[in-house]
């Protein structure tokens, strides 16, 4: 009787793996091309503009459905020989857990898109009150302690610290990349687990052929330790830039360095060259209480019987010219015109969806930050 031998297939190696990503991603971009290419013919360019998220959610999701899903191979792993088996058996995953890698893969990163910002707004909106019940309550200790003569100065409480750093760092605090880094970091060592949702899932490589004893693949060992020491670098100057703070505002006596000042009337205008939006509210806000000749006063802006230029009148857009009036994003009618810093013109939503992907003008390339669009509105 002739005995059978089973051979247990070695698990692959770091290079492969990445390769087979590689692979992946290239093909997931062909596929995302064909879907933009697609829409953008049926319902426009404004339509695939406004859906580029959506659309790459789309095609990543067909692409591992009709390949990892239904318990097919990609083709980056048939490209490099391996195929996805479970960490503790070996054997081919289960369809629970090649959906749920999916999803973790594809559907968290957009679901996480979309709902941070909206969650980051609430507890920023949360947090600046509660600083703001703070400040009062520390100022009316203030002025009571020098009524009284005395030279003490009052700390802040404990808790409006917290609370004010807590605002300061309130995006690293809920990004999931110092996650993504350290799972990375960690397939480097190990050479297990190229991705997170695979971790979470304990889905492993294992090449489909015999390895030769000879055939030993170089790890990523010199990464995962660049990368342990960026990540100790970012942390060491971010808890020094805390204590600085923190010291500087204990010798101030509780009050750290001030970031905006008031101006006439009492207004409160942002000193950060980069918070334009803050002081737009000040002067756009309809229920600011200054009056409008107080607003001309600190802006020294005379005041207008009627707006200077009517983007309506063919005068005033006529530096455009009739036959150039289309944006070029969405090669339509253009609508509510938005200039950049560079002055190049384009719809007010097509400059600000193309600012939030890639923060440069389309034309000229140079920077332009989405709070720093201005609407050309009379």
């Known amino acids: 009787m002739a005995s059978s031998t089973r051979y247990a297939y070695p698990f692959a190696a770091a290079p492969d793996m990445i390769r087979s990503h590689q692979k992946d991603a290239y093909f997931s971009g062909v596929l995302l091309d064909q879907l933009s290419t697609l829409l953008r013919k049926l319902y426009g360019a404004r339509f695939a503009h406004s859906y580029v998220s959506e659309t790459r959610v789309l095609g990543e999701l067909l692409y591992l459905g009709l390949?990892?899903?239904?318990?097919?191979?990609?083709?980056?792993?048939?490209?490099?020989d391996i195929v996805q088996v479970e960490s503790e058996s070996e054997r081919l995953p289960a369809l629970g857990r090649r959906a749920g890698y999916i999803i973790g893969c594809v559907l968290g990163p957009y679901i996480l898109g979309r709902a941070l910002p909206a969650f980051r707004r609430r507890v920023r909106a949360k947090l600046e009150a509660n600083l703001r019940w703070y400040a009062r309550h520390?100022?009316?200790?203030?002025?009571?302690?020098?009524?009284?003569?005395?030279?003490t100065r009052i700390r802040q409480p404990l808790g409006m610290r917290v609370q004010n750093y807590i605002l300061q760092n309130l995006d690293t605090m809920t990004?999931?990349?110092?996650?993504?880094?350290?799972?990375?970091?960690?397939?480097?060592?190990?050479?297990?687990y190229y991705h997170l949702s695979k971790r979470i899932w304990g889905l492993r490589y294992i090449f489909t052929r015999e390895v030769p004893e000879g055939d030993n693949r170089a790890g990523y060992e010199v990464l995962g330790v660049l990368l342990v020491l960026q990540m100790a670098v970012q942390a060491y100057l971010h808890l020094h830039s805390t204590v600085t703070s923190s010291t500087a505002a204990a010798v101030g006596g509780g009050h750290p360095q001030s970031t905006s000042a008031i101006v006439g009337g009492g207004a409160e205008v942002s000193l950060d060259p980069n918070a334009y939006s803050a002081n737009n509210a000040l002067l756009f806000d309809a229920t600011s209480s200054a009056p409008p000749s107080q607003l001309q006063k600190w802006t020294h802006t005379p005041p207008l019987d009627k707006p200077r230029y009517e983007l309506t009148d063919?005068?005033?857009?006529g530096w455009i010219g009739g036959g150039t009036r289309k944006c070029t994003l969405c090669l339509e009618e253009m609508k509510d015109p938005s200039v950049t810093t560079c002055g190049h013109v384009f719809c007010w939503t097509c400059i600000g969806d193309w600012a939030r992907e890639k923060p440069e003008c389309p034309l000229c390339r140079q920077s332009c930050l989405v709070q720093h669009v201005l609407p050309l509105r009379s």
């Open 314 to 317: 063919d005068d005033t857009m």
């Open 175 to 192: 990004s999931p990349s110092p996650v993504y880094a350290l799972s990375l970091a960690t397939f480097y060592f190990s050479g297990r």
């Open 138 to 151: 520390h100022a009316k200790a203030q002025q009571q302690a020098q009524e009284h003569d005395s030279k």
């Open 67 to 80: 390949t990892t899903l239904i318990g097919n191979r990609t083709l980056g792993e048939e490209y490099t």
